[in-house]
């Protein structure tokens, strides 16, 4: 049992959460021992908070050194806590420690309570070691991360050898000087930036290596050159530092920053485009603040003067300059968007799925320029990165597979937000095209059903028409009319509105020829107001009921009398027709293709179309709305 729970015991502390509450309580316990130390009076230790210093009246250089030491500390153990095994998670944790040691114990000389002489000394024995010790870790973490540099253990034996040499005689030998450390650190923070852009060059062919090292590049810069320039420097060379110590050392954190981002490969594939951003922001504050110093002290400007004058010439001479740079770095890579979204256009029109498919891979292939395209089985629903960037995944559509992409621009980038939003807009883009394509394909379709219908309906009814007729005059206007509706056929042009009597009387005067010649007579009834007029489709809707159902009496009906009757009504146009033939079942000849044209014709103008058929011969009705119509 009691060795059960040591094993749980053990368990529980090996596990990442355990290790973070207890690094972040380890942290907050020693901020917490640091800032009593700071209320303490002069009158010496005390627990009681009636006695301390008012926190507001402290010298505030030694609550930034506090917050710096304790917020360096939490981002390296919080780092180590998820990656224990991990060599440069380890490093960074040590600087961490290193951090907060050295921020922890500068402050010193602002500490209210009596200190002996010899405190004040370890105080700074601590503060050198800690600055010393946080350089060489640096480093040596640089020289193994994110990809290890030829002969990294000799030159990392190398630097604990040389600096720690130079810092221990400095602290404890014959050529004792505390003020030395400023020297050691101003040359370890150049060593890391010569180290970082050694990584830059030897990470040029490893896309994800390359964006670690461009970001860490960029937070080195921003931190331990801020660093150097304001405090470091000046202070090697016998000037007075630009910004207190206890103030700078807030520099340091861009480090830790970046340095977490690194080491926890968040968002990799998005970190080469940050580190530009961030280049291009940080120069342009430089700039202000260069312009604003050298003014003030070269030309004697007042402030408020100087800084508005830098503000205008730094959004006049600095930004567009800035864009114009941006557009080479970070968007070179990027063709021009009319090209590329003809490019989609193109392919969603090409005639087969096979040609699609071959098309948009090619897309593809031709603007991200990838060292593999392939085909993916495993379904994915809008475009993701993943393997941090090396691997850009895109889902199926009606013409393509999901497909992988994957080492961007021959392996020199990585594939990032950007390319997945672009990627969402050409897939959208394509989609569009399909869908038009699709409505192009079906009225293209339905042109066809409409041409053989309308030959069916009308023209052939014309035709046997002619073909019936006895008188060779009349069979040649005949065919030249005929002649003339197959254009109109062809073209889909059916003329203008026409008058509902004039219809009605040329139809009359047609049905009953046709009629005639097969011995079958015509009832035809009118019932409607003089003056209607119909629109072009419905005209031709009306024509090719009442010419089907005359082809149909001729051909199948065996009538001896067909009867029309059309009546327009409160808004509609109602079509009767009867024949006396023999019949037919509806059941078994509904889907004929007169009856369904007939159907599909008064559909298309809104109407609707009925055939009852008895042992005693057929019914046809049909009827379309007439509103709107002028009288």
């Known amino acids: 049992m009691q060795q059960n729970l040591k094993t749980e015991a053990v368990r529980l502390a090996a596990t990442p959460f355990t290790r973070l509450i207890v690094l972040t309580a380890l942290g907050l316990a020693a901020f917490a021992l640091l800032s009593l130390l700071?209320?303490?009076?002069?009158?010496?230790?005390?627990?009681?908070?009636?006695?301390?210093?008012?926190?507001?009246?402290?010298?505030?250089?030694?609550?930034?050194?506090?917050?710096?030491?304790?917020?360096?500390?939490?981002?390296?153990?919080?780092?180590?806590?998820?990656?224990?095994?991990?060599?440069?998670?380890?490093?960074?944790?040590?600087?961490?420690?290193?951090?907060?040691?050295?921020?922890?114990?500068?402050?010193?000389?602002?500490?209210?309570?009596?200190?002996?002489e010899d405190t004040i000394a370890w105080f700074w024995i601590v503060n050198m070691l800690g600055a010393s010790s946080f350089g060489i870790i640096m480093i040596s973490l640089f020289l193994i991360y994110p990809t290890r540099l030829p002969g990294w253990r000799m030159l990392m034996a190398l630097t604990g050898l040389g600096f720690g040499l130079w810092t221990l005689l400095r602290t404890f030998g014959p050529w004792?000087?505390?003020?030395?450390?400023?020297?050691?650190?101003?040359?370890?923070?150049?060593?890391?930036?010569?180290?970082?852009?050694?990584?830059?060059?030897?990470?040029?062919?490893?896309?994800?290596?390359?964006?670690?090292?461009?970001?860490?590049?960029?937070?080195?810069?921003?931190?331990?050159?801020?660093?150097?320039?304001?405090?470091?420097?000046?202070?090697?060379?016998?000037?007075?530092?630009?910004?207190?110590?206890?103030?700078?050392?807030?520099?340091?954190?861009?480090?830790?920053?970046?340095?977490?981002?690194?080491?926890?490969?968040?968002?990799?594939?998005?970190?080469?485009?940050?580190?530009?951003?961030?280049?291009?922001?940080?120069a342009g504050v430089l700039l202000i603040f260069a312009l604003d110093l050298g003014l003030i002290t070269l030309l004697s400007i007042g402030p408020s003067q100087a800084l508005g004058v830098s503000l205008l010439v730094a959004g006049f001479a600095y930004l567009?300059?800035?864009?114009?740079?941006?557009?080479?770095?970070?968007?070179?890579?990027?063709?021009?968007?009319?090209?590329?979204?003809?490019?989609?256009?193109?392919?969603?029109?090409?005639?087969?799925?096979?040609?699609?498919?071959?098309?948009?891979?090619?897309?593809?292939?031709?603007?991200?320029?990838?060292?593999?395209?392939?085909?993916?089985?495993?379904?994915?629903?809008?475009?993701?990165?993943?393997?941090?960037?090396?691997?850009?995944?895109?889902?199926?559509?009606?013409?393509?597979?999901?497909?992988?992409?994957?080492?961007?621009?021959?392996?020199?980038?990585?594939?990032?937000?950007?390319?997945?939003?672009?990627?969402?807009?050409?897939?959208?883009?394509?989609?569009?095209?399909?869908?038009?394509?699709?409505?192009y394909d079906r009225g293209v379709s339905e042109e066809r059903v409409r041409i053989a219908r309308d030959l069916h309906d009308n023209i052939g009814a014309q035709l046997m028409r002619a073909l019936h007729s006895a008188a060779t005059e009349k069979k040649d206007a005949m065919i030249r009319d005929t002649l003339s509706d197959l254009r109109d056929v062809i073209n889909h042009a059916h003329g203008a509105e026409l008058s509902l009597d004039e219809l009605l009387a040329d139809l009359r005067a047609e049905t009953s020829d046709r009629l005639e010649a097969h011995g079958v007579r015509l009832h035809w009834t009118l019932e409607a107001a003089a003056g209607h007029r119909l629109m072009p489709g419905q005209v031709h809707a009306l024509r090719s009921v009442v010419r089907e159902a005359a082809s149909n009496t001729i051909k199948h009906a065996d009538a001896r009398m067909l009867s029309i009757k059309v009546r327009a009504r409160q808004g509609q146009i109602r079509i009767e027709i009867r024949d006396d033939g023999v019949g037919f079942d509806p059941a078994q000849s509904s889907s004929g293709q007169g009856v369904s044209n007939m159907r599909a014709r008064m559909e298309s103008v809104g109407g609707a179309f009925d055939v009852v058929s008895q042992k005693a011969g057929v019914a046809l009705h049909a009827s379309f709305p007439c509103q709107g119509l002028s009288s």
Request: aromatic share 14%.
């Open 38 to 116: 700071s209320l303490q009076p002069q009158t010496g230790w005390s627990w009681s908070p009636a006695d301390w210093r008012n926190p507001f009246t402290i010298d505030p250089g030694i609550w930034s050194s506090l917050l710096t030491g304790l917020v360096a500390y939490l981002l390296s153990a919080w780092v180590w806590a998820l990656k224990p095994a991990s060599l440069p998670a380890s490093l960074f944790a040590i600087s961490g420690l290193a951090t907060l040691a050295f921020c922890f114990s500068s402050f010193s000389f602002s500490i209210a309570l009596p200190l002996t």
């Open 176 to 282: 004792r000087e505390f003020a030395e450390v400023q020297l050691i650190t101003t040359v370890e923070m150049l060593v890391i930036v010569g180290v970082v852009a050694w990584q830059m060059w030897a990470s040029a062919h490893e896309p994800r290596a390359r964006a670690i090292a461009v970001w860490l590049g960029v937070s080195v810069l921003l931190g331990a050159g801020a660093f150097i320039a304001t405090v470091a420097a000046p202070l090697s060379f016998g000037f007075q530092p630009l910004v207190r110590e206890n103030y700078a050392f807030a520099f340091f954190l861009a480090i830790y920053v970046g340095l977490a981002v690194g080491l926890m490969r968040f968002r990799l594939f998005d970190l080469g485009a940050w580190s530009y951003r961030i280049i291009f922001y940080s």
């Open 320 to 439: 567009p300059f800035r864009e114009r740079i941006w557009r080479h770095f970070a968007m070179s890579a990027r063709p021009e968007d009319t090209p590329l979204f003809s490019g989609v256009l193109e392919a969603a029109f090409k005639p087969s799925a096979a040609e699609r498919s071959q098309a948009w891979t090619d897309l593809l292939r031709a603007h991200f320029r990838p060292l593999s395209l392939d085909l993916d089985s495993l379904p994915v629903s809008e475009p993701q990165i993943e393997e941090e960037g090396l691997v850009l995944r895109l889902p199926a559509s009606d013409d393509a597979p999901v497909l992988r992409l994957a080492y961007k621009q021959g392996g020199r980038a990585l594939f990032n937000s950007r390319d997945v939003l672009l990627a969402k807009e050409l897939i959208a883009l394509a989609q569009k095209a399909r869908e038009n394509r699709s409505a």
